[in-house]
Each structure stands twice: as structure tokens, then as C-alpha cells.
């Protein structure tokens, strides 16, 4: 549904490429995460794919059609939200929803059930000058998915909320994705792209530094190993094929401060008699591999932080 080559692009006043030749595709009924730091290229590529840069080299196409002979039919197959959302003040949450429907061709989603999901019952006909910041973002996704567009761009889609209404959204998004539509997210949020995203891009300096499913790149750059944790004794790692370890190593990722650990190489696992010998020790609290998360996999390949 959205296919990307050899994109570049250069702002008329920049002194170098904002985009450097990045290649992608996101194929229909697939979330694509599209991560990275401000200022790598993120949203340069979200408007281009929007139809509202032009002056691009390469290709960047949505359902075929390149974005740079966008026209009204490009645009009423999108959908689009954003992290700073524009609405008519002086209209109510469901009056806004139902002006910006009218916009667009087609069939349309009743939007009662969207508000009820999203906690915005209550809420349909206040003023959007009564709205939070957060119910704001939350009627933003309605705005975007009413008409049931085949590409949907979402712009940090969960900031803002709370983790119940995050979900919510969440869901929402990959209920879209399962009609069929192709969603282009992009977020700061390395934990909302791992629990909603088929794929992930990091994008760094306009260039894509990796991009795969998360669980693959988790494997790909995490430590072949099992770390396994247990309530501290002085038996604790005392297994010859095992390294003992408090929670202050760097293997604990979250655990408590009073667990202990031992960890094992993941080759050879299960023929390793002193990790059988760990796991029938008493106090034993489980398991884990030392796979990678998103965020430090982020570091590892840019050496920058997501701010």
C-alpha cells in the first residue's frame, strides 16, 4: 500500500539531506512502527507520503499513485492524527467528528461506539474548549479513522494518555490494521511500537539504520543467554556453568534489588547440568532471556537517546 525508494529530500534553506535514500514498504493490514529522534527524518517522510512536500527525488507512493501528484482522491483514502490535533472550539467533540466526515466520500463509522470506547461518552457534546489535552488526542483518532481510510498515519497516537485509554487505542489501531489498512505510526514510545507494531524502522540522520519485526531485532542484538532468578542464599550461582550476579548487573533489567541471578549461555542449554541444577535449587522466581528491548537496541545502533 505505501512503497518507498531511494527517497530524498533537502528543505529549500538546509545545508544537507533531511532524507537520505531511505527504502520501505507497508503492505495493507500492517502497523509500521517509524522511530527515531526529533529531527531524523520522521516527520519529513510523513508529509511527503501526506502529499504536502514535494520536491523529493526517489519515489514515495500510496496505493500506486506517487504522493507528488496528490490530488482530493489521494487524500480521501488517508487518515491522519497528530500529536497537536486542530479542531473548531466553538463546536462540540461529535459535531467536530461529524464536519470533518462530511469531507470524505463514502461510507462512513457511527462514532458513538468510538466515543463510548474511548471514554468520551460523556463528553460528545461539550465544546472543545472543555477539552483535556488528552481527550483531544483521543478524539483525534476518531476524526482520523471515521471514514474508514485505507492508510492511516498516526503521530504519537498514545501521548498524552493514560494506560487504560492507551490500550484502547492501541486496540483500535490494530482493529484497523485487520480491515485492512496500512498504518504508518510514528512515536517516541518504545514500549507502544513493541505491543502495536508488525515492523519497526529506526530511522537516524535521514538514514535507516535497521528495520524488522520487534521480537526479531530483540533477538538479533540481545545477549544468547538465560538469566535465571531466585530469592537470594549463599547457594546462589554456585553452579559451575553459571555466573552469579546481584540485581545490580546489568542482566537484572527491572528485577528487584534483593534477587539474585545466575546466568547461562542459551547454547547448549539443555544439556547444561548446573542450569538443571539451578532450576530444582529452592526460591527459584523464573527464567527470562536477556533479549534486547527496543530502546537499547535504539542506542546501540544511533547512540542517541529518543527525546
Known amino acids: 500500500m505505501i512503497r518507498v525508494r531511494d527517497l530524498r529530500f533537502t528543505y ?31 516527520s519529513t517522510t510523513q508529509k511527503i507520503l501526506l502529499g504536502s512536500l514535494r520536491g523529493y527525488s526517489g519515489s514515495a507512493t500510496v496505493g500506486s ?84 481510510p485505507r492508510v492511516l498515519f498516526l503521530d504519537e497516537p498514545t501521548s498524552g494518555l493514560d494506560p487504560a485509554n492507551a490500550r484502547v487505542v492501541r486496540d483500535i489501531v490494530r482493529e484497523r490494521a485487520a480491515d485492512g489498512a496500512a498504518v504508518f505510526l510514528t512515536t517516541h514510545d518504545m514500549a507502544a511500537a513493541d505491543a502495536t507494531c508488525d515492523r519497526v524502522a529506526f530511522i537516524v540522520d535521514g538514514r535507516i539504520a535497521a528495520c524488522d519485526e520487534p521480537a526479531a531485532l530483540k533477538r538479533r542484538y540481545g545477549k544468547r543467554a538465560v538469566v535465571v532468578d531466585r530469592e537470594p542464599g549463599p547457594e546462589v550461582g554456585a553452579a559451575a556453568g553459571g555466573s552469579a550476579a546481584g540485581a545490580s548487573d546489568g542482566a537484572s ?48 545502533l544511533t547512540g542517541k537517546e529518543l527525546v
Not at 488517508?78 to 461510507?107: D, H, M
Not at 526460591?283 to 532471556?289: A, M, Q
Open 253 to 300: 533489567d527491572g528485577a528487584s534489588e534483593k534477587t539474585a541471578q545466575a546466568e547461562y549461555p542459551l547454547d547448549g542449554l539443555a544439556d547444561d547440568a548446573a542450569f538443571i541444577a539451578e532450576l530444582r535449587k529452592p526460591g527459584l522466581l523464573g527464567v527470562r532471556t536477556l533479549d534486547s528491548s527496543l530502546d537499547g537496541i535504539f542506542l546501540r
Open 12 to 42: 529549500p534553506k538546509g545545508t544537507s539531506e533531511a532524507i537520505r535514500g531511505i527504502d520501505f514498504a507497508v503492505a495493507p493490514g500492517e502497523v509500521f512502527g517509524f522511530l527515531g529522534p526529533s529531527g531524523a527524518g520522521k
Open 65 to 148: 499513485v506517487e504522493a507528488s501528484g496528490a490530488d482530493s482522491r489521494y487524500r480521501a483514502g488517508i487518515g491522519a492524527a497528530f500529536e497537536f490535533p486542530c479542531f473548531y472550539q466553538k463546536l462540540t467533540g461529535l459535531e467536530n467528528v461529524r464536519l470533518f466526515a462530511s469531507f470524505y466520500p463514502g461510507p462512513k463509522v457511527d462514532p458513538r461506539p468510538l466515543f463510548e470506547r474511548l471514554g468520551l461518552a460523556d463528553a460528545m457534546d461539550w465544546r472543545l474548549a472543555e477539552y483535556s489535552k488528552g481527550m483531544r488526542m483521543r478524539l483525534n483518532l476518531i476524526r482520523a479513522v471515521i471514514h474508514r
